[in-house]
């Protein structure tokens, strides 16, 4: 097994952009206001399991469903848009989840931190870079959307 840190850091990166934990912050803050509480750890552990499953099987899994990955991507990107505009006019498009337990799939694991265009992103990744580069990459990105997530109960806290 050969690792190489350019393509490591190429990878971790690339995917810190794209996920843009940092960006999501609002809107976790806005979600855990209406939530109450946003279980931290089984979040990252979800779109952990996403990532890495769509690192492995990401595109025969589309075929499977006769998506294309761009379609997949649009699609994806249409509900990130729709809860935006939640968040910024005060509305409620899609029904409130009440449960925590199911709000942490839908839509914080998934599409907010393992979305559509993460998922599109391993696939091309995927591509070009080693498995070993790919799954250290999301995994440094999953420990830092457990601090993240983790910071926002304490931030919260002190409000």
Do not use: C, Q, W
């Amino acid at each position: 097994m050969d690792f190489n840190l350019k393509d490591y850091l190429t990878v971790t990166f690339t995917l810190f952009a794209v996920i843009d934990i940092i960006g999501t912050i609002p809107v976790l803050i806005s979600m855990k206001s209406k939530l109450g509480a946003i279980h931290e750890l089984r979040v990252t552990l979800i779109s952990g399991a996403l990532m890495v499953l769509f690192l492995y099987i990401g595109k025969p899994f589309l075929s499977l469903l006769g998506l294309e990955v761009e379609s997949f991507a649009v699609g994806g990107s249409i509900v990130i848009f729709f809860l935006g505009l939640e968040m910024i006019l005060g509305i409620e498009l899609f029904k409130s989840e009440k449960d925590v337990r199911a709000a942490t799939v839908v839509p914080i694991a998934f599409p907010l931190i393992a979305g559509s265009g993460t998922l599109t992103t391993i696939i091309s990744l995927k591509a070009v870079y080693s498995y070993p580069a790919m799954l250290f990459g999301i995994l440094t990105n999953l420990v830092f959307i457990f601090i993240v997530l983790k910071s926002l109960r304490r931030a919260n806290s002190g409000l």
